[in-house]
């Protein structure tokens, strides 16, 4: 199957979860995850009509910009060490994996030098799983707070990656939990702060990540094959 074909099966199935969820499919976002792929293949997606493209790590991301002219839009998905944002400002129009106030501070310093400020979600890690980035979910009120103070980034939302599962019923609670989490900050009324966004669902488990709320969808193998 072509990339083409692929990204219009992923589509009709984000329609049809969010169908059945009762919720409106464009409150859905696909993010096409397009780590390891070439440009070729970014470029094929979006001549279907693929905008918004997840990547990684910082030196592949620049690279493609790079290369690409046609007006992509990037998100940044992956760890962030904070010596690296300052070459991520003024490419990316969200980065989901905002996890410490350091990183924060310093892509609200970068942004700031563009005069811009930065839509940001802050990544939690509900399982509390060693081998995973994320705040933990009892520090992450405190963190949005922190950020909130901060000039130039916005919280927009919050972001998770639950442990892995052969059956996508499996990661349902993380979602869901990290649903209930953001109503919770929600009601803190913090100035400045949205939780419009829930980054969550890959392509294993999208579906039950859109009838948990998910906005942003993270899928890669699904559209691009295995990595
Ligand atoms: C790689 C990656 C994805 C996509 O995973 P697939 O299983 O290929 O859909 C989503 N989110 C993050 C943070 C990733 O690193």
Redesign the pocket.
């Known amino acids: 199957m072509s990339i083409a074909e692929r990204l219009n099966q992923i589509r009709s199935r984000i329609t049809d979860a969010a169908v059945k969820a009762g919720r409106d499919p464009q409150t859905v976002r696909l993010v096409a995850?397009s780590?390891t792929r070439p440009p070729e293949d970014l470029l094929a997606a979006y001549r279907a009509g693929q905008v918004v493209f997840?990547e990684?790590y910082v030196q592949e991301l620049t690279a493609k910009t790079a290369a690409i002219t046609e007006p992509l839009e990037w998100h940044f998905?992956?760890h962030l060490q904070s010596n690296k944002a300052k070459y991520l400002a003024g490419l990316v129009t969200l980065i989901?994996?905002v996890d410490r106030l350091s990183l924060a501070e310093e892509i609200s310093r970068q942004w700031g030098r563009l005069g811009r400020s930065c839509d940001v979600l802050v990544q939690v890690n509900i399982a509390g799983e060693a081998t995973k980035s994320g705040t933990t979910e009892a520090g992450a009120l405190h963190l949005v707070r922190a950020i909130a103070q901060l000039p130039n980034v916005r919280v927009r939302g919050l972001m998770t990656?639950p442990p892995l599962f052969d059956d996508p019923e499996g990661a349902r609670p993380y979602f869901a939990e990290l649903k209930r989490l953001s109503e919770l900050i929600a009601a803190a009324a913090i100035p400045g702060v949205e939780m419009a966004e829930l980054s969550m669902g890959?392509?294993?488990d999208f579906e039950a990540a859109i009838q948990e709320g998910a906005t942003l969808v993270?899928?890669?193998?699904?559209i691009f094959g295995k990595?």
């Open positions: 995850v780590k997840g990684n998905i992956g989901h994996s990656m890959m392509s294993g993270r899928v890669g193998t699904a990595r």
